[in-house]
């Protein structure tokens, strides 16, 4: 499914909450505004009451009745704020807005209040790249910093479920490395071996794993087949699981900055899906991410 009809597939969830923590951005708005136009659910926004009232003015949303404001005294407050209105079911979904990701992170891993659902939360983004005829998924670019194996097999979990809730029903998954053999001195060509063997044994369900991948032969049967790579996932994959945070990062900012792909994403993982873009994501990647986190709430 291309991010495009992800907007149309979340305005049919009906009643869908999204509490937005510290609201306060203009870009966060733009998103929501853009959001209410198509409908895509209903907004409550924690922050300065004046500040969100000016800029929801601003970009014309005064006219819709599926938006509210709570007034928080710091962005501390609204973070926690929206973070126990998902806890309380009040909401269906966390947005990130002019807060830093830490603090948010911090809020939803908080025991008493926050959002941990006995899972490892990762971050799942969903690409559309110029030129590919699939999405593109990317995996853990954001949250996990240097996963061990064990939160690598959660973090697949984790895209499977969100590939699953876009309409792939058995994703094929790429652990990447920089190399497609087994090398004892690069630990993530290990992790990936043992990941593909995980999934053949039945320990990794929903998908298809196969690894150490190096990018080209994950996305390119053209590279598959030139270094003669016998696999089902193999220049086809939709998931790529990536060693850790670094590499992710930089592969997700490279396919929007370099190959102008577009993207959404969410944490995955936890009691209800969240929000978390970048201040430099567009308003229109912040709205195909609601519409992400929608649509995995709903299902
Ligand atoms: C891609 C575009 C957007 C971006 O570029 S975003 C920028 C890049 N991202 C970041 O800077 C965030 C990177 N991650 C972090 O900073 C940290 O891992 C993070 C999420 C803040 C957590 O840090 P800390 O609060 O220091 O966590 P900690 O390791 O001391 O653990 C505290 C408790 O939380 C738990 N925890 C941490 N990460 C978790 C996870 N992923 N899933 C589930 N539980 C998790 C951890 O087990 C610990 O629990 P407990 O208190 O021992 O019970």
Redesign the pocket.
Known sequence: MKLKSLIEEASQCQGRTVAVAAAEDEEVIEAVAMALKHRLGRFVLYGDRERVGRLLKEKGCTRFSDVEIVHANSVGQAAELAVRAVHLNEADALMKGHVS??TL??AV?N?EYGL?AG?????V?VFDVPGADRPIIVTD?????APDLEQKVQIVNNAVSVARSIGIEQPKVAALAAVETVNPAMPATLDAAALAIMQKRGQISGCLLDGPLALDNAVSMTAAKHKRIESEVAGCADILLVPD?ESG?ML?KSLVYFANARVG?VIA?AKAPIV???RA?SAESKLYSLALAICSAAK
């Open positions: 990701t830490a992170l911090k891993l025991k941990r899972r490892v939360l990762s971050h983004a670019a954001a949250m996990n910093i945070i990062n997700y994403a993982g978390l873009t970048s994501d």
